[in-house]
């Protein structure tokens, strides 16, 4: 693979170029300038000859003195690059003629007059060999002096554009090695070009910096949610257990303890009565611990306060655009309300939403589209997505702890268990509209209103009894 080219190579070929271009131009149009400069001198220098032949001829012609003619004739014919001179009357009749006519040089005819008669015309030609001979010397001379200006002017440029343009791209470039750390400052005196670069690049480097820190951000924001998750399928796990102990132990702690608090009333005997107090203590006792666990394992109160939920959805899709880039997903937040405020535990409803995107993500979806709504009474949040869907066998259960539809090893099937109750929590609700390959829909209902503490216990109760 042929190596491109350097910046001062290209620099030097173009330059040079150009440069030799026009000044072969320049010394062709000063070499033609001087051509003609030189053609004119010779043409007035013939023309003045002749005019001065003219004059002379005019008395010797007066006086009919034909021999001072040829005499003079004679006399300039073959000096000053005269080879012809020839003198004629008015009726044409050749009064004096000197050397030989040749058809390649050019001939000068001057009138001879006097007030406004014409006796005859001088015809003189001269040699513009010794001309050519000069033309050619000055277009070597001319041609030697511009390359060597050329050459001059080409090196003095280059070493101007090096100085001021192509070492302070270099080191620009080696400021923006890999390694390289801070601002880039482009050496002082730098092109507006060479600074533009520096200041796109740096622009470009905050930028990826802040890309950096965000995705920091929300993979920190990701761990932690999927730490309190852990933490909250360890707390459900445990939860369940307990309830399932406690169910359990209830009818034999119950029985254990009427019977021996009923013997305790019926004996008489002090031995009896100790022991069977013991028995009573003991039970009791067991009843706390199972009251204990089932209190640890049970999640933490809403902390319900006014949201708005357009503010909530724009705060999580700050935090999942890398998370989105690195799955090649999209994230798009439609509002069809009006911006009315629900009554909710943030933490719980981000909570809620992540998992839900994270499932989406999970299950391929490319395409995830968090819809705002609202009524009277509720706001609901659609949660819709392009993946893979939910079995049909498992949609009816899809709530239930330790329901999954993802492999082993990939879910402990109580993400949705936890975040429906979480939302029943904040007197709300999360259910599941309709899914099929290429469309899943949850929704998540949160109250518009704060209800009354005894309204929304009233309403954990039922939930538990049914």
Not at 118 to 139: C, E, H, N, P
């Amino acid at each position: 693979m042929q190596r491109p080219r350097t910046l001062s190579s290209l620099v030097s070929l173009y330059l040079g170029g150009a440069l030799l271009l026009l000044m072969l131009l320049l010394g062709l149009a000063l070499q033609g300038s001087v051509r003609q400069f030189l053609e004119g001198a010779v043409k007035d220098k013939a023309e003045a000859l002749a005019s001065q032949l003219a004059t002379v001829t005019l008395d010797a012609v007066l006086i009919h003195d034909y021999g001072t003619i040829e005499r003079n004739v004679d006399a300039l014919v073959g000096r000053e690059d005269i080879p012809f001179i020839q003198i004629l009357r008015h009726d044409g009749q050749v009064l004096g003629q000197a050397g030989m006519q040749a058809a390649d040089l050019p001939l000068v005819t001057m009138p001879i007059m006097q007030a406004d008669l014409k006796f005859g015309d001088v015809v003189v030609q001269y040699d513009d060999s010794r001309l050519a001979r000069i033309t050619r010397q000055m277009t070597i001379y001319t041609f030697a002096g511009t390359g060597l200006l050329t050459l001059l002017f080409f090196l003095m440029l280059r070493r101007f554009l090096n100085l001021r343009v192509i070492r302070p791209i270099h080191r620009l470039v080696e400021q923006m090695g890999p390694d390289s750390q801070g601002t880039i400052a482009p050496d002082p005196g730098a092109p507006r070009e060479v600074i533009e670069m520096a200041d796109s690049f740096n622009a470009l480097q905050q930028k990826i910096e802040r890309h950096i820190r965000e995705l920091d951000q929300a993979h920190e924001t990701h761990n932690e949610a999927i730490r309190r998750l852990c933490s909250d399928q360890r707390l459900a796990t445990i939860g369940q257990m307990a309830a399932e102990l406690a169910h359990e132990m209830n009818t034999p702690l119950s029985n254990v303890l009427g019977y021996a608090q009923t013997a305790l009333s019926r004996s008489g005997d002090e031995e009896v009565q100790r022991r069977l107090l013991v028995v009573v203590e003991q039970a009791r006792r067991l009843s706390q611990i199972v009251r204990d666990m089932m209190a640890a394992a049970h999640p933490p109160e809403a902390q319900g306060v006014a949201v708005d939920p357009g503010e909530l959805l724009a705060s999580i899709a700050r935090l999942l655009p890398p998370i989105l880039r690195k799955q090649g997903a999209m994230l798009e937040i439609v509002s069809a309300g009006e911006g009315e405020s629900c009554w909710a535990d943030p933490t719980m409803t981000e909570q809620i939403l992540f998992n839900l995107i994270s499932n989406a993500l999970q299950a391929g979806a490319r395409h995830i589209v968090l819809a705002l709504d609202d009524d009277d009474d509720t706001v609901t949040v659609d949660v819709r997505d392009d993946g893979a869907g939910v079995p049909p066998e498992v949609q009816d259960r899809l709530f239930e702890p330790f329901v999954t539809s993802k492999r082993r090893g990939e879910g402990t099937g109580l993400g949705l268990s936890i975040s429906q109750r979480l939302a029943r929590e904040m007197n709300g609700d999360l259910r599941l509209v309709g899914s099929r390959p290429g469309c899943t829909e949850f929704r998540l209902t949160l109250p518009r209103r704060q209800h009354p503490i005894e309204e929304l216990h009233e309403v954990q109760c039922a939930d538990s009894r049914g």
